[in-house]
């Protein structure tokens, strides 16, 4: 089964209904995926803090969600997961790509790559990597756990990954 | 001409009916709040531009409950695009109330918005994709129009042309933020809605 059906599976089993997203290339065939997806109602958004924010109206009305963006745009949406969900106690599971590590070749992340994972320390948004096909049935775990956590939780989507789901 | 917020916010209470509101930080959130006292209402303290987002969301997920965002012009030029995100969505329960004051309010000394009196906002939702956008800068014109404004289906944009308040309060009126927000608001909706937003173990 290809990764991105293995996610959009594990996301439906975990109530998954609304999904806010701006694409990279790394997260781009899950959102086409769950953006054919009649059981979920997708909503593309022009910046990433609008899906952060979306996803937060979502979670008041008891409504499950998922909002779904690159490492460039988490980076631009910090601020508001710090001003809305880490201040109100609300929890977003962001599945997101991990730009920047050494198997990602492009010069234009490796900025990104060097700080993602402190910028997450120091904001103490807990995170997940998905570096492997055996990981993804981790997520509807994952997702209780945001819950739990009651602030941004981060699933990320390796270069790791992405390869393994390439392997004949 | 321009209207006083507070008549805006009695005119905009005397039409609200059952709809769930969002309000922006600043002049929309504490003059609600005083008209109102509504715990159906979250109030920002935080998150400056997207208070409409929140709307947006909880209209999506809530489509046959009326859904209002009371944002303001400095929240709106912070998240401008969520006008097309509105526009791409297009839930008809949904209304976004824009009160333009055209300053920086909650400033000890206002100061002025950018392009101040340069910006027509319902011209850029228009733009955007949201047919009903309007501007409305006295209080004999919103009273007329609220009435279709709630009832035809949205989504609606509407600028409310505001003089700035030479009394802003220093500190927000309501006397609950954060996690106490998160919780009466959306306990709120439970009882209202008959929906579940907590687990049994309250989170």
Redesign the interface.
Known sequence: MDIHELIHSELTKCGVTLAASLPDDWVAPLIRRLAADPAIRHVPVGREAEAIAICTGAFLAGVRSVAIMGTTGLHCCIGEMMSINLRHGIPVLIVCSLRGTPEDHQIYQEQQGRRTIPMLLAYDFPYVMLEKPEDIPRIPDVYNHSRLQKRPYLLFVTRRLLNAGKKP | MKMDAREVMAALKAHRGDAVV?CSLGTASSQWWNATRCEET?YM??????AA??????????PTTQVWALNSDGSLCM?L??L??EA??SPKNFRHFVIDNEVYQTLDKPMPMVNQQGTDYAAIARAAGIANAITIDNVADLKARLPEIVTTPGPHFVVLKVEPMLDYPPVPPYHY???E??YR??RN??KKLG???F?PRG?
């Open positions: 969002v979250l303290t935080g998150g400056m531009g997207f987002s929140i709307a947006l969301g909880l209209a999506l997920s809530l998240n695009n969520c097309l995100t791409g969505q933020e954060g996690a927000m998160k608001f959306a909706l439970e929906i579940t937003v687990g989170y």
